[in-house]
């Protein structure tokens, strides 16, 4: 039988859960029994009495249980003192900051224990219902164009009043992957006119099926490849054309959304500090690359900056105000991962209580440490600091 524990989250400013009652109780008809600590779901909306109904035991914060199960699913990381209490051969999964981590590798390595970083997930179709950081992406594109709309200084939408007509707010989206999708659905059923800039020309057609106007990437430029589903860094000769391609469209937006990423690298810088003059006072810039360094200068993660009547918010944790439905979604992700895990034991070995089969995909995408060594060197090396121009 699996025994997994659910901790109350720690790290400040998260609300989210990795486990709701819903998937508590979804595993447990796999055999998988539950271990919660108190108030681990009440920032979430999730009650201690909701997971003992489904037969999850409640934990107090000292209790010695952290050295019993066989897995822990989280949100961050726990801190090392935590980590350190797990016995050898334990599972541990979420979203664990994997780029540069090499403390993190330390604890881990040093108690023999396997981690699973959902950062790291291969997209592939299979893992489609797993994929954590689509269903986040989703949230913070969608809360990203309420922040902008709460700063706005004018309407959204079209409106014909006896005093005259309001012309619709014109918004401007870095990025077309999940949230700068998300947001362009939401600005338009905003009643906003929405242009995307992708450095993907394929992004056209989703653009254009949701009501959005594509702004195709520069031209005799090469554009950054993909890899596994994710974007690859781009040159700096790039980056310049599409700065300045965007020049005209910054004069022209009411909100611009920046969504632009790499995974273990810094964010590309899109928006300069001399492009920034272009933006009209009383628009709104929401970068929610911040945390990766920004796609937009002068942005501060956790802060709104006011830069010559412009609001540029810093919003590096959108999910977190959204716990309720954000952990809902995280927690199915991490529902679906754990049974195939269950129904996938390695073949021709005894399962354990918390089955890794290293010849998955899935499995060796995102498996970060397991057996005393790190294996995704390639992780740690990618996050080595790169320069990236204003």
């Not at 600005?187 to 450095?199: E, F, I, K, P, Q």
């Not at 031209?219 to 980056?239: K, N, R, W």
């Not at 006072?281 to 009547?309: F, I, K, M, W, Y």
């Not at 918010?313 to 105000?321: H, K």
Request: glycine residues 8%; negative net charge.
């Amino acid at each position: 039988m699996t025994q997994l524990l659910i901790p109350r989250e720690r790290h400040p400013g998260e609300t989210r859960v990795a486990a709701t009652p819903e998937t508590v109780n979804r595993l447990s008809s796999r055999g998988v029994r539950f271990a919660v600590e108190r108030g681990a779901g009440a920032a979430a909306g999730f009650s201690d009495q909701a997971y003992s109904d489904v037969g999850a035991a409640l934990l107090n914060d000292d209790h010695g249980s952290w050295g019993e199960v066989d897995g822990v699913l989280c949100v961050q990381p726990p801190a090392l003192e935590r980590i350190a209490r797990l016995r050898p051969g334990a599972v541990l999964v979420g979203l664990l900051a994997p780029y540069g981590a090499e403390a993190l590798v330390a604890g881990l390595n040093d108690r023999q224990l396997s981690a699973l970083s959902l950062e790291l997930l291969p997209r592939i179709s299979r893992a489609q219902t797993m994929d954590v950081l689509s269903s986040q992406a989703n949230i913070a594109g969608y809360k990203a164009v309420l922040l902008a709309a709460a700063a706005l200084d004018r309407y959204v939408p079209m409106l014909m009043t006896a005093a005259g007509t309001i012309q619709p707010a014109r918004a401007l989206i870095l990025g077309a992957g999940v949230a700068g999708l998300q947001a362009l659905a939401t600005a338009r059923r905003l009643g906003a006119v929405v242009v995307v800039s992708d450095v993907r020309p394929a992004a056209r057609e989703q653009v254009e099926s949701l009501g959005g106007r594509f702004l195709a990437p520069p031209e005799q430029v090469p554009a950054p490849a993909e890899q596994g589903g994710y974007a690859q860094q781009a040159t700096e000769d790039f980056l310049a054309a599409q700065r300045r391609q965007l020049e005209e469209q910054l004069a022209l937006a009411d909100m611009v959304i920046c969504t632009a990423q790499v995974p273990g690298r810094p964010a590309p810088r899109l928006i300069s500090e001399a492009m920034l003059d272009h933006l009209r006072p009383g628009s709104v810039v929401v970068d929610l690359a911040v945390a990766q360094g920004g796609n937009c200068a002068a942005t501060v993660a956790g802060r709104t900056v006011e830069r010559n009547g412009v609001s540029l918010i810093g919003a590096d944790a959108l999910p977190c105000s959204v716990a309720h439905h954000a952990s809902a979604l995280y927690a199915r992700n991490l529902a679906a991962l754990v049974e195939h895990l269950l129904d996938s034991p390695p073949a021709g070995q005894e399962p354990g209580p918390i089955p890794l089969n290293l010849e998955d995909p899935i499995v060796a995408g995102c498996l970060f440490t397991h057996g005393g060594s790190c294996r995704r060197e390639d992780v740690l090396a990618a996050s080595r600091p790169v320069e990236v121009a204003a």
